[in-house]
T-cell receptor, first 110, second 116 residues
Framework: KQEVTQIPAALSVPEGENLVLNCSFT??????LQWFRQDPGKGLTSLLL?????REQTSGRLNASLDKSSGRSTLYIAASQPGDSATYLC?????????FGAGTRLAVHP | GAGVSQTPSNKVTEKGKYVELRCDPI?????LYWYRQSLGQGPEFLIY????????DSGLPNDRFFAVRPEGSVSTLKIQRTERGDSAVYLC??????????????FGPGTRLTVL
């Protein structure tokens, strides 16, 4: 059974720092991996999708990498801003579904 | 609208009552998913539709939960005899891909269900 773990569970940093959020999964037989952002009381916003054949994807200050063989993905956030404060969720594609981690709650303070 | 919409945004009900939650997917998306998110957790899969049919309902917790998508667009999640443990945020997602393993899923804002 696929299990997804995200470390750390919570993170508080000053504005301007570069951050790394970690995601690990137990079964390397995935089709893709998605990173989402969730603001309090809101739905999920898709940030990046990495297909299993890809190693990384970039969007603005965000860069996500995928190492299928070791069951790991990282989300790198450059020059963090207070507006980046949210919960970040990673999800791997299983059969007919996404399987989510519990998320990393990020707070960026001025 | 361009995104996935869900109604109502909040639903408060009493234990034992029946509720219906509605999802409007992105126009043209054939795949539709329901997930449930408890406080402090990631979403958990409930059911997946491809067109009008439920292709995978393995995540439904018991027979009190049922979902339909009669015309291949709007979907309704139905919960009978609600219990306090059903309290959660119910999220809907849609995807253009006919292969659920490949497509990017786009989520709605969710319905927060509270069972008193």
């Amino acid at each position: 059974k696929q299990e997804v773990t995200q470390i750390p569970a919570a993170l508080s940093v000053p504005e301007g720092e570069n951050l790394v959020l970690n995601c690990s999964f137990t079964d390397s037989a995935i089709y893709n991996l998605q990173w989402f952002r969730q603001d309090p009381g809101k739905g999920l916003t898709s940030l990046l999708l990495i297909q299993s054949s890809q190693r990384e994807q970039t969007s603005g200050r965000l860069n996500a990498s995928l190492d299928k063989s070791s069951g790991r993905s990282t989300l790198y956030i450059a020059a963090s801003q207070p507006g980046d404060s949210a919960t970040y969720l990673c999800a791997v594609s299983g059969y007919n579904k996404l399987i989510f981690g519990a998320g990393t709650r990020l707070a960026v303070h001025p | 609208g361009a995104g996935v919409s869900q109604t109502p945004s909040n639903k408060v009900t009493e234990k034992g009552k029946y509720v219906e939650l509605r999802c409007d997917p992105i126009s043209g998306h054939t795949a539709l998913y329901w997930y449930r998110q408890s406080l402090g957790q990631g979403p958990e899969f409930l059911i997946y539709f491809q067109g009008t049919g439920a292709a995978d309902d393995s995540g439904l917790p018991n027979d009190r939960f049922f979902a339909v998508r009669p015309e291949g667009s709007v979907s309704t999640l139905k919960i009978q005899r609600t219990e306090r443990g059903d309290s959660a945020v119910y999220l809907c997602a849609s995807s253009l891909a006919t292969d659920p393993s490949l497509g990017e899923q786009f989520f709605g804002p969710g319905t927060r269900l509270t069972v008193l």
